[in-house]
C-alpha cells in the first residue's frame, strides 16, 4: 500500500466506502416478513342431550302377540287296519261333514265283486233253509241252518274288509286338514289323512318363538283379546308347564311354545283360524318411579344412570330396577322425581 501512487490512496478509500454502504442499502430492500396470524377465537359447540324427567306413574309388564282360534275337539282320521292305495281324496280343507261321511276311498282290489257274489250266496242259503223247512227233514233243516250261518260269516267278513277300504268320519264337524294326495299314491296305517273339528267348541292359541317368552305365564292369567275393534275378556287355561305329556315329538314341541287362552263369550261370526290380538297382563305396579328403559346403562355388572344437573353438569348414579315394561322401567333406588335423566 506504502507503494501505490500518492493519488490512489483517496480513490480507493472512497471506492471503499461506497461498497460498504451499497450492501447496507440492499439490505434493506429486501421485504419485510410478515407477523404470523394467531389462530381465530371459536366458542366451543354446547353438547345437546336427550333427557327425561324422573315421575311418578303405573308400569305394567304385559306379553303381547297374534294368536288364533283353533277347535278344542277334533278327529284324527286314519286307517288303523292296513294302508293301501289312494282311489279318491273325496273332502277338502274347509268342507263341513257329518258323522259317517266317506272321507277317503281305497283301492278296493274286485273286493266289491266278491261282496256281491257273497250277497248272492247268502240269499242262495236262505232259499235253501226255506225249501228244507218246507219237506219238515229235520237233518235238511239243520244242514241248511248251518248253511246260512256260514255264508252270514263270510259276508261280515267281506264287508268288514270292503269297509276298511274307507275312510269315514267319525263327529260331525269342520275338515281342518287333508293330506296332500292323489289317486295311487299307497298310504300306510296310522298315517294321518284327515283332520275334523267341531267348530262351536273353540279357543286362542298363542304361539311365541321360544318358551322363554312365556315361562312366567301361569294357568289362571286374565288375558284380553281382540276381534277386530272388539275386545273380550279370557283366562290362561295351558301353558308349557302344564301341557298335558305325549310321545309325538311335534306336539311337544308345539305345546312347549304355546300358550291356550279360553274365552267365554266369543263374536258370532267367529271362526277356526281367525286371528286375533292377544294381551296377557304379568304385573301392573301403581305409584312408583319410572324412567325410558333407554335411560337405564349396565356396564361390568354395574346398573346406573346419567344425570343432568346445573344445566350441563353429568353424574352418573348407581340405581336399582323393578318390574320392566315394553318401554319403560321402574326406578326402587338411587333416584328422586323430578330429577333429570340423559338418554342413550
Do not use: H
Not at 134 to 160: F, N, V
Amino acid at each position: 500500500m506504502d507503494k501505490l501512487p500518492q493519488k490512489l490512496k483517496p480513490l480507493l478509500g472512497w471506492s471503499f466506502a461506497l461498497l460498504l454502504g451499497a450492501s447496507l442499502t440492499g439490505c434493506s430492500l429486501l421485504p419485510a416478513e410478515e407477523e404470523a396470524l394467531k389462530p381465530p377465537l371459536v366458542k366451543p359447540a354446547q353438547e345437546n342431550y336427550r333427557t327425561v324427567t324422573v315421575e311418578k306413574g303405573t308400569i305394567t309388564q304385559e306379553i303381547k302377540g297374534s294368536g288364533s282360534l283353533e277347535s278344542t275337539k277334533t278327529e284324527i282320521a286314519q286307517f288303523t287296519g292296513q294302508g293301501g292305495r289312494i282311489a279318491k281324496m273325496l273332502v277338502a280343507s274347509g268342507a263341513k261333514v257329518k258323522k259317517g261321511d266317506v272321507l277317503v276311498q281305497l283301492n278296493v282290489d274286485g273286493l266289491d265283486i266278491q261282496l256281491k257274489e257273497q250277497q248272492l250266496s247268502v240269499a242262495r242259503a236262505k232259499l235253501a233253509l226255506k225249501q228244507a223247512k218246507s219237506g219238515a227233514d229235520d237233518d235238511a233243516i239243520q244242514i241248511a241252518k248251518l248253511q246260512m250261518e256260514i255264508e252270514d260269516l263270510k259276508l261280515a267278513r267281506l264287508m268288514e274288509t270292503f269297509n276298511s277300504k274307507q275312510l269315514v268320519a267319525g263327529m260331525d264337524g269342520q275338515v281342518t286338514f287333508v293330506e296332500d294326495l292323489e289317486e295311487g299314491d299307497f298310504v300306510e296305517a296310522y298315517q294321518t289323512l284327515v283332520i275334523i273339528s267341531d267348530p262351536s267348541k273353540l279357543r286362542v292359541a298363542l304361539r311365541v318363538e321360544s318358551g322363554s317368552e312365556i315361562s312366567g305365564v301361569d294357568v289362571g292369567y286374565p288375558a284380553f283379546v281382540s276381534f277386530g275393534s272388539q275386545e273380550v275378556q279370557g283366562k290362561v287355561v295351558q301353558t308349557p308347564s302344564s301341557a298335558p305329556s305325549t310321545l309325538n315329538e311335534q306336539l311337544k314341541e308345539r305345546y312347549s311354545k304355546t300358550l291356550f287362552i279360553e274365552v267365554a263369550k266369543l263374536p258370532s261370526d267367529a271362526a277356526i283360524g281367525a286371528f286375533t290380538d292377544v294381551k296377557i297382563i304379568l304385573q301392573q305396579r301403581d305409584d312408583i318411579l319410572k324412567i325410558p328403559r333407554s335411560g337405564v346403562r349396565s356396564f361390568l355388572g354395574r346398573t346406573f344412570v346419567r344425570t343432568l344437573e346445573d344445566g350441563n353438569k353429568i353424574r352418573e348414579i348407581d340405581v336399582e330396577t323393578g318390574i320392566k315394561g315394553s318401554t319403560e322401567m321402574e326406578i326402587t333406588k338411587g333416584l328422586e322425581e323430578g330429577a333429570i335423566v340423559v338418554l342413550q
